[in-house]
């Protein structure tokens, strides 16, 4: 009898102790998927900028015009619109398109890491995650102005791209946003920059969802 019950105290105790440990550990893993899970959904969309930008092979020029009167002097900085928003859009549906790709990507995480300690961090066997992503984009375009020296303007057109991801791992959901920025096109300008512009400026945001 004394045997059994020691049997029996021993496996409650393991069961609390199972019990406390992913009470603990739980928290940590989301932590962890969703930093994971931002790092990969920012490269797949600088790396989805970058096929686009080079498949349209698009220049300042296809973007922006400069407008000067007979004096050389600059009378407005006009932005092609369509071309603006035909690029976001191929941007936006590309990325949510690879972003859902993504499906029982295996991440490896020391159980040190998941403990709480920073003693333990990187420390002790792998623990396997499967992670699948879902989410939605949205895509806005800038115009970052500055001067480059006397009567020059530096002018950047910025693709800037906010990213609501869902990740789905053992049976357990958590959601992360992801926020970057990359030059599409830029050109210094010679000659005094107007204070107003036509149509430059931070243009209606596009948003893609699946």
């Known amino acids: 009898k004394n045997t059994s019950y020691k049997i029996i105290v021993w496996i409650i105790t393991l069961l609390i102790i199972i019990i406390l440990l992913d ?60 071309t603006i928003n035909r690029l976001r859009a191929q941007v936006s549906a590309q990325c949510v398109e690879k972003i859902s790709q993504i499906h029982n990507r ?12 920073e003693f333990l961090v990187g420390r002790g066997p792998n623990i396997k995650i499967y992670i699948n992503l879902t989410g939605s984009v949205e895509t806005q375009v800038r115009n970052d102005l500055s001067s480059a020296g006397i009567n020059q303007t530096s002018h950047k057109i910025m693709l800037d791209i906010s990213a609501d991801i869902n990740i789905i ?26 204070d107003t512009y036509a149509d430059l400026g931070m243009l209606a945001s596009q948003p893609s969802q699946k």
């Open 169 to 194: 791992f053992s049976k357990n959901q958590t959601t992360s946003n992801v926020d970057t920025s990359m030059i599409i096109a830029e050109t210094v300008i010679v000659g005094v920059v107007p």
């Open 106 to 117: 295996e991440i490896k995480v020391p159980i040190g890491s998941l403990m709480g300690s």
């Open 23 to 82: 009470a603990r550990m739980r928290p940590m893993i989301k932590t962890v998927a969703a930093n994971q899970a931002s790092n990969l959904a920012t490269s797949i969309i600088n790396e989805t900028i970058n096929e686009v930008m080079l498949d349209e092979s698009l220049t300042y020029t296809d973007l922006i015009t400069v407008e000067k009167d007979d004096d050389g002097r600059i009378t407005a900085v006009k932005t092609d619109i369509i």
